[in-house]
């Protein structure tokens, strides 16, 4: 029976807890047998594994502040020419679904949690919104339904604090670190922009 | 059949996005930003560079950038020219930061030993460019699975599994088996772009 426990593999999780040293003595013993058998595949699985782990974890840059953020942005468009975008004046996105005037179904409750729902239209496109509070600070995630979402940007404010994002390939999003507070939302492509009405939180 | 790589690892969106840049669209450039400010960034922190410093850094590199697009078509040289044009433009601005200190200080006698500082970290190119590639393909896994990961690995301290069961809404017998997942699909990420021998950096 020890003999044929020695001969199991490592799968991710025991790999992961191996290198993270989050494995028992025993069960750490004979993985360390099995690798002493030895064992190729395994070995490989866990240098492989503790390259990536290193490379992330020696990842310390940090987020890169705002202001670096915005003289990059500003080299597209130069100060005093602003791009055509930028002058655009904001639509207004149309409210089509507020989980908090139209409370959801049992089910669709027990899919989202205590977020609120919300479903915006913006002209051709639309865009989905779940809002929730994370302690004393706001989540929202979405999804941008349009072609080339990732082009498009989400800029969040609240509490006089200001966040924003770019959806990935599929229009999905998250905007972490708001205050708790009244949330305005604007939501810029190449040729609109749209503003979200403000978004007030029940107490 | 090979699944293809698709979303953040995609080589095709960098040079979409820079196609889209040329045509004059500011949404591209700032995606494009978006994408590769941290690994500007990054270089930039390596060289242990004062705010003002590092501005200077984003204003030329992204300059430079901006005017050299149209060599640029073939999106997966953007990450190693990226690179390479932030490091010399970082280890310029280092040294002549540092002669101005030694000039000021103790003459320029010290001077050869500060050439010698800024070899040292040229030579982790290499390293950051994998972080910056293990960051894009973070970006394109789960939102759940993301967050996780990213407290695992990405923060210090890391946090316990008992912190992590509190912040993510996940019973602590989960997180093992939840990282581990979560681990296999950002391997997948970074290894189909590897084997199709087109991953962002063109290595």
């Known amino acids: 029976m020890a003999e044929r426990s020695r001969d199991r593999h490592l799968d991710t999780r025991a790999a992961l807890d191996f290198l993270e040293y989050r494995l028992e003595a025993g069960e750490r013993r004979r993985v360390e047998e099995h690798l002493g058998r030895p064992c190729d595949t395994c070995r490989e699985r866990l240098r492989e594994l503790?390259?990536?782990?290193?490379?992330?974890?020696?990842?310390?840059?940090?987020?890169?502040?705002?202001?670096?953020?915005?003289?990059?942005?500003?080299?597209?468009?130069?100060?005093?020419?602003?791009?055509?975008?930028?002058?655009?004046?904001?639509?207004?996105?149309?409210?089509?679904?507020?989980?908090?005037?139209?409370?959801?179904?049992?089910?669709?409750?027990?899919?989202?949690?205590?977020?609120?729902?919300?479903?915006?239209?913006?002209?051709?496109?639309?865009?989905?919104?779940?809002?929730?509070?994370?302690?004393?600070?706001?989540?929202?995630?979405?999804q941008l339904h349009t072609a080339d979402a990732q082009l498009w940007s989400v800029e969040g404010e609240a509490g006089g604090e200001r966040r924003s994002v770019h959806p990935d390939a599929a229009g999905k999003f998250v905007l972490y670190g708001l205050p708790w507070d009244t949330l305005t939302l604007r939501l810029r492509g190449e040729a609109e922009v749209f503003r979200l009405p403000t978004i007030e939180h029940e107490q | 059949m090979k699944p293809r790589?698709?979303?953040?690892?995609?080589?095709?969106?960098?040079?979409?996005?820079?196609?889209?840049?040329?045509?004059?669209?500011?949404?591209a450039w700032d995606a494009l930003v978006f994408r590769h400010e941290r690994l500007v960034y990054a270089i930039g922190r390596a060289y242990r560079l004062?705010?003002?410093?590092?501005?200077?850094?984003?204003?030329?590199?992204?300059?430079?950038?901006?005017?050299?697009?149209?060599?640029?078509?073939?999106?997966?040289?953007?990450?190693?020219?990226?690179?390479?044009?932030?490091?010399?433009?970082?280890?310029?601005?280092?040294?002549?930061?540092?002669?101005?200190?030694?000039?000021?200080?103790?003459?320029?006698?010290?001077?050869?030993?500060?050439?010698?500082?800024g070899e040292a970290i040229g030579a982790d190119l290499e390293r950051v460019e994998r972080q910056h590639q293990v960051r894009l393909a973070m970006a394109g896994v789960p939102e759940r699975c993301k967050r996780l990961l990213a407290a695992l690995y990405y923060e210090d301290p890391i946090p316990s599994y008992n912190e992590l069961s509190v912040r993510l809404g996940v019973p602590v017998g989960s997180l093992g088996p939840t990282r581990a997942r979560c681990m296999d699909q950002l391997r997948s990420r970074l290894e189909h772009a590897i084997r199709d021998g087109d991953g962002i950096s063109g290595a």
Do not use: N, Y
């Open chain 1, 50 to 142: 503790g390259e990536l782990l290193t490379t992330m974890r020696d990842d310390r840059a940090g987020e890169v502040p705002r202001f670096l953020h915005e003289r990059a942005i500003g080299v597209f468009a130069p100060a005093g020419t602003p791009s055509p975008a930028r002058r655009l004046v904001d639509a207004i996105a149309e409210l089509l679904f507020d989980s908090q005037v139209a409370p959801l179904t049992t089910a669709a409750r027990r899919a989202v949690g205590g977020a609120r729902r919300l479903r915006f239209s913006l002209g051709a496109h639309s865009v989905e919104l779940e809002v929730e509070r994370e302690g004393s600070q706001l989540k929202v995630s979405g």
């Open chain 2, 5 to 27: 790589v698709s979303g953040e690892l995609d080589p095709e969106l960098d040079a979409r996005l820079v196609a889209r840049c040329l045509d004059g669209e500011s949404r």
């Open chain 2, 50 to 117: 004062a705010d003002e410093d590092m501005g200077d850094v984003f204003q030329d590199v992204f300059t430079a950038l901006f005017k050299g697009l149209h060599r640029l078509r073939d999106g997966r040289a953007l990450v190693r020219w990226l690179a390479s044009t932030t490091e010399r433009v970082a280890r310029t601005t280092a040294l002549r930061r540092r002669r101005e200190v030694a000039r000021e200080v103790r003459g320029d006698l010290t001077l050869a030993k500060l050439e010698d500082h």
